[in-house]
């Protein structure tokens, strides 16, 4: 069965940082560009990084840019989102995707 | 950024009815490579988003033919044939064209 199951979700301070994961079975995990796209409370849908097969390339959306690292291992089949700085804007649940697949999602909240 | 427009912003349909969701870019969607870079997914209330169609016209794996999507560079609809229980939820237009990627507003499906 091909899935995503992210995890690392959680409640932390503004300022903090953390650090969510993606497990991905099923498919080859190597071959797909990966991407985290988060949405905010009753908010729509917000594409936040991709990175691409090799990991050689990354892309971020100007509000996470300097703050957030997305980053995979293909030999563990994961994908990574290292958060730093974080602020209350960005509370959201946070899916990885193929834009084909996606995962569960995780909630991260940034609260004092 | 590419702006998706998409409208209505809820449609209340009896099952067995149709719907059309509509979403407009401001930018043309059409790549080099000949390829519309237009995808519709579906987010069920509580759920993570589902792939409905890719590549404007392109059913994903497992999604019943009632729907369909066609376009042209930078109009486009989904159409929804005999409504069922089951459609209701969010729906999202988004693009993979360039940086950064955006989705649409999302439009509201309910049952009369």
């Known amino acids: 069965e091909v899935q995503l199951v992210e995890s690392g979700g959680v409640l932390v301070q503004p300022g903090r940082s953390m650090k969510l994961s993606c497990a991905a079975s099923g498919f080859t995990f190597s071959s797909f560009p990966m991407a985290w796209v988060r949405q905010a409370p009753t908010k729509g849908l917000e594409w936040v990084a991709t990175i691409s097969t090799s990991g050689g390339s990354t892309y971020y959306r100007d509000s996470v840019k300097g703050r957030f690292t997305i980053s995979r291992d293909n030999a563990k089949s994961t994908l990574y989102l290292q958060m730093d700085s974080l602020r209350s804007e960005d509370t959201a649940t946070y899916y990885c995707?193929?834009?084909?697949?996606w995962g569960q999602g995780v909630m991260v909240t940034v609260s004092s | 950024d590419i702006v998706l427009t998409q409208a209505p912003l809820s449609v209340s349909v009896t099952p067995g009815e149709s719907a059309s969701i509509s979403c407009r870019s401001s930018k043309s969607l059409l790549s080099s490579k000949g390829i519309t870079s237009l995808y519709w997914y579906l987010q069920r209330p509580g759920k993570s988003p589902q792939l409905l169609i890719y590549q404007m016209s392109n059913l994903a794996s497992g999604v019943p033919d009632r729907f369909s999507s066609s376009g042209s560079e930078t109009d486009f609809t989904l159409k929804i044939s005999k409504v069922e229980t089951e459609d209701v939820g969010v729906y999202y237009c988004?693009?993979?064209?360039?940086?950064?990627?955006?989705f649409g507003s999302g439009t509201k499906l309910e049952i009369k």
């Open positions: 988004g693009h993979r064209l360039e940086y950064p990627l955006t």
């Open positions: 995707t193929t834009s084909y697949v």
